[in-house]
């Protein structure tokens, strides 16, 4: 467990720069899992209680306050981890047409922020910022762009993420399918 120590005034610490650059490397490694189509190895970076979601995005009037819609909300995906295993077993098995042919996939990841780092805790919350390109045949191509929030939990086997909340920014997805992993 990794405790930090008292802020000083500068607003940052030894402690909090190591913790950003083990999150940002998490992430950028997860992204070349992804890309490498390393599905499994992928699925290791998270815990047995996660909880993998993508709720529903609705447009407000320009006067009316964004509301981000809570976690019993309808969802595009509401994953644990043994339905994202299952999924990554079907696309193994070669008979998933979304992934026939193998798509190219890059994740771009910026705008990492750590928050909620309780001393003594083994949890906390990174914001994130994604742009996520996928080509498949000769004319299919989705964006997807938005912000994850993942609780972070520091385990014997080093960072794994409990839950992921993503917040794509399209209301209308417009991708023919969502296999993509985020």
Same mark, same amino acid.
């Given at each position: ?25 998490? *992430? ?11 599905? @499994? ?6 815990? $047995? !209680? ?21 976690? !019993?909300?309808?969802?595009? &995906? !509401? $994953? $644990?981890? #043994?339905?994202?295993?299952?999924? &990554?077993?079907? +696309?193994?098995? %070669?008979?998933?047409?979304? @992934? @026939?042919?193998? #798509?190219?996939?890059?994740?771009? +990841? ?5 928050? =909620?780092?309780? #001393? %003594?805790? =083994? ?15 000769? !004319?299919?191509? @989705?964006?997807? +762009?938005?912000?994850?929030? $993942?609780?972070?939990?520091?385990? #014997?086997?080093? *960072? ?7 917040? *794509? ?14």
């Amino acid at each position: 467990m990794t405790t930090m120590a008292p802020d000083t005034g500068s607003g940052v610490t030894v402690e909090r720069m190591l913790l950003q650059y083990e999150v940002e490397q998490f *992430l950028y490694h997860e992204a070349g899992l992804l890309a490498r189509h390393e599905y @499994d190895a992928w699925l290791e970076l998270f815990t $047995d !209680d996660l909880r993998y979601y993508m709720p529903l995005r609705r447009n407000h009037a320009a006067r009316a306050p964004e509301t981000i819609e809570h976690d !019993d909300a309808l969802a595009v &995906i !509401d $994953d $644990d981890k #043994p339905f994202l295993a299952e999924r &990554i077993a079907k +696309i193994a098995t %070669g008979k998933a047409w979304t @992934d @026939d042919p193998t #798509p190219r996939v890059r994740h771009l +990841i910026t705008n990492v922020v750590i928050s =909620d780092v309780e #001393p %003594g805790s =083994d949890e906390f919350t990174v914001t994130s910022h994604f742009l996520i390109n996928r080509n498949r045949v000769e !004319d299919e191509q @989705d964006s997807f +762009i938005g912000c994850r929030v $993942d609780r972070f939990r520091r385990t #014997p086997e080093g *960072l794994r993420v409990c839950r992921r909340r993503i917040l *794509l920014d399209q209301s209308v997805i417009l991708s023919k399918n969502m296999s993509v992993m985020f």
